[in-house]
């Protein structure tokens, strides 16, 4: 099955500062990447995700990127903000499935003013 | 839009009671439904999942089970508590025509005393 794992577990950046959360993945079949943000108390929420036919994506502040050959992936955040402080997973779905994912164990970011 | 409903939010069982969590999800028909849990350490174990009304999948055996007995309802039951049950608990659902990724419920904090 699918194994994901993610770097770093913590980490702590200043305001204004950007932030990289890499994860890689084992099944060559997946080609499905989510990101979550979850914060203290709260279910995750999806905030970016991309495909394999695609190297990278864009949403204002946040970017992923794909490389498959590598078999990683990974999350910038620019000029972070103190509301950006929250656990963000990563996740690939197994075996290229429809419905199934598997999650890193999370990266909990900080955000000092 | 598509909802989802996820409740209590907050749940304290004695050892040895039974458990009961309800999930609905508003607006779509025909989706894949989810249980996670997530301990302390923070990482999302995935407990069942159902892709239809009747058909459940466990990911880990334990002492829990789950039910489907409406396409956009999912239960997820135990007879009996043990501590070691306590967590935090999160339905989530995707789409069947992999149009986005898993979109979770506030979860439900449980405690077994």
């Known amino acids: 099955g699918e194994n994901v794992e993610q770097h770093p577990s913590t980490l702590s950046v200043q305001e204004g500062d950007s932030a990289v959360i890499k994860c890689t993945y084992s099944?060559?079949?997946?080609?499905?990447f989510p990101w979550y943000k979850q914060e203290l108390g709260k279910g995750p929420q999806l905030i970016i995700d991309?495909?394999?036919?695609?190297g990278e994506k864009k949403d204002q502040r946040i970017a992923v990127t794909l490389n498959k050959t590598a078999k990683h992936f990974s999350l910038h955040i620019t000029e972070t903000q103190p509301e950006d402080s929250a656990v963000y997973f990563c996740?690939?779905?197994?075996?290229?499935?429809?419905?199934?994912?598997?999650f890193g164990k999370g990266t909990l970011l900080t955000v000092n003013p | 839009s598509q909802t989802i409903h996820q409740w209590p939010a907050t749940l304290v069982q004695p050892v040895g009671s039974p458990l009961s969590l309800e999930c609905t999800v508003e607006?779509?028909?025909?989706?894949?439904l989810y249980w996670y849990r997530q301990a302390a350490g923070r990482g999302l174990q995935l407990l069942f999942y159902?892709?239809?009304?009747?058909?459940i999948s466990s990911e880990v055996p334990q002492n829990l089970s789950a039910s489907r007995p409406q396409d956009r309802q999912f239960i997820l039951s135990s007879k009996k508590l043990l501590l070691s049950d306590s967590g935090f608990y999160l339905c989530?659902?995707?789409?069947?025509?992999?149009?986005?990724?898993?979109?979770f419920g506030s979860g439900t904090r449980l405690t077994v005393v």
């Open positions: 159902s892709v239809g009304i009747g058909q």
């Open positions: 607006g779509t028909s025909n989706p894949n």
């Open positions: 991309i495909r394999s036919n695609v």
């Open positions: 996740a690939g779905n197994s075996g290229g499935s429809n419905y199934k994912l598997t």
């Open positions: 099944d060559s079949a997946s080609n499905y």
């Open positions: 989530a659902w995707s789409p069947m025509d992999r149009s986005s990724g898993y979109t």
